[in-house]
């Protein structure tokens, strides 16, 4: 791949100051101590899960791409660490020729530490074909530019490899345990008769589980299609798993498993739930069987009164009662819950609807029940203050009496025979209440 080699630049002398003995010892321990933790890297990256997983998996996408290209940077990187490699051990060889190194010793290691001493193959220097002139043969490099050379290509290729790991590490671990949930409510809702084709919650099950099996497969061959770097971050790895569609099917099952519940619990109170339904239609009809017969009652006993007609029972909540009582029979849970719950609602209406009728049919008889009451009630204050056989209330109480108790009853002219009533009571009353000591002395009121 390459090595090194005499420097073009030793035959018209070192670059910069000639160093001296320290200079070059510190140096190489520098560059030993660079080539340590460099090997170390290189071997983790090679030993790293990621890597072997990608080496071992089909690939598509730009997953596929860009592994293509990282694995090159990976192989490039190798032959660049052998090439440093045989670099450094020359260098040292010619260090340690000599305790104290003569001076042409010392311009030659300064021009291998300081110099563009490597040369490399442009094959293996470059990875793509230059597009701004012909290629080189070959490229030189100092010690340094060679270790940021690798620097670099180590880091591009060590963010692909964890961040392809970090999706595989997080989603389809994550997609198996929703995939066993989702056989586990399948099975469920398979027992209550939710099954694809016959409920939208069935077809939503076979969508979730289709959506399920491609996300897997798809995670597997392209991770990084899956992938959502940080900004602003220059570390590898730096970014999170895409995991919208993941989350939109856990939705969307969570969803289906309410619904599912819903369905149990229909099964276990459905039969309490149907009693109470038929006890509320019943109530319901005998509201309106009530109703009917006072509206006869009203019709014979008021004159002159709207009375308003009154529905007979409903023969569709009925029907759909019936047809909730089968679905049970032949446990067809998934029908009945909805049924129930429309049903409860229209069930406690149409009460709400029949006491209402009720009220409004019967509403002439309490407008009679009160003038006969507020008739009453003036005859016993007249009588209190000994006014009972005043000839005119006489006249008078006796006419409203008649209209009141009287079939059919008009109840305007008996409502204003009970006002003429009250206006002559009190006409005969003020005085009496008054007394010999003025309009203050209210005794006859005691």
């Given at each position: ?232 971050s220059s570390a590898p790895g730096g970014g999170r798993p895409d995991t919208d569609r993941y989350d ?199």
């Amino acid at each position: 791949m390459g090595a090194a080699g005499p420097s073009p630049s030793s035959a018209g002398g070192p670059p910069g100051p000639v160093m001296d003995r320290d200079e070059v010892d510190r140096a190489l321990a520098r560059l030993g101590a660079e080539h340590e933790a460099i090997e170390t890297s290189l071997l983790a990256l090679q030993d790293h899960a990621g890597r072997r997983l990608l080496e071992g998996a089909e690939l598509t996408g730009v997953t596929k791409d860009r592994w293509a290209s990282a694995d090159q940077a990976i192989s490039l990187l190798w032959g660049y660490f052998d090439t440093y490699t045989a670099a450094l051990n020359d260098t040292r060889e010619l260090r340690d020729r000599r305790r104290w190194p003569s001076r042409e010793d010392l311009v030659e290691l300064t021009d291998r530490l300081r110099g563009r001493s490597v040369t490399i193959a442009s094959s293996a220097a470059h990875t793509a074909p230059s597009i701004t002139g012909p290629a080189k043969l070959s490229e030189q490099f100092t010690l340094e530019e060679l270790v940021a050379r690798m620097n670099e290509l180590y880091a591009s290729s060590l963010d692909m490899v964890v961040t392809a790991d970090s999706v595989w590490s997080a989603l389809p671990a994550r997609i198996d345990l929703l995939s066993a949930e989702l056989q586990r409510t399948r099975s469920l809702a398979h027992s209550v008769g939710v099954r694809p084709g016959e409920h939208p919650a069935g077809d939503e099950l076979e969508s979730i589980t289709h959506e399920l099996s491609t996300l897997r497969a798809q995670v597997i061959s392209d991770p990084l299609a899956f992938w959502r770097p940080a900004l602003g971050s220059s570390a590898p790895g730096g970014g999170r798993p895409d995991t919208d569609r993941y989350d939109r099917a856990a939705r969307a099952l969570e969803d289906i498993r309410r619904e599912i519940e819903a369905v149990l619990r229909v099964r276990q109170d459905s039969e309490e739930r149907l009693i109470r339904l038929r006890d509320v239609l019943s109530r319901a009809d005998r509201t309106l069987t009530e109703a009917r017969s006072a509206r006869g009652e009203v019709l014979a006993k008021i004159a002159a009164s709207e009375v308003p007609a009154v529905s007979g029972p409903s023969t569709a909540l009925q029907e759909r009662l019936a047809t909730a009582a089968e679905y049970r029979r032949h446990s067809q849970w998934h029908r009945l819950s909805p049924l129930l719950e429309s049903l409860e609602r229209e069930a406690e209406d149409e009460l709400l609807r029949a006491r209402e009728s009720l009220t409004a049919v019967t509403a002439p008889l309490a407008v009679r029940a009160e003038l006969r009451g507020r008739l009453d009630a003036y005859k016993a204050k007249v009588a209190r203050h000994g006014m009972a056989e005043d000839p005119l209330l006489i006249e008078r109480y006796d006419a409203a009496r008649r209209m009141l108790w009287s079939a059919p009853c008009d109840l305007r002219v008996a409502e204003q025979a009970v006002l003429r009533y009250q206006h002559a009571a009190a006409e005969v009353l003020v005085p009496r209440q008054q007394g010999p000591s003025g309009p203050n002395d209210r005794r006859g009121d005691s």
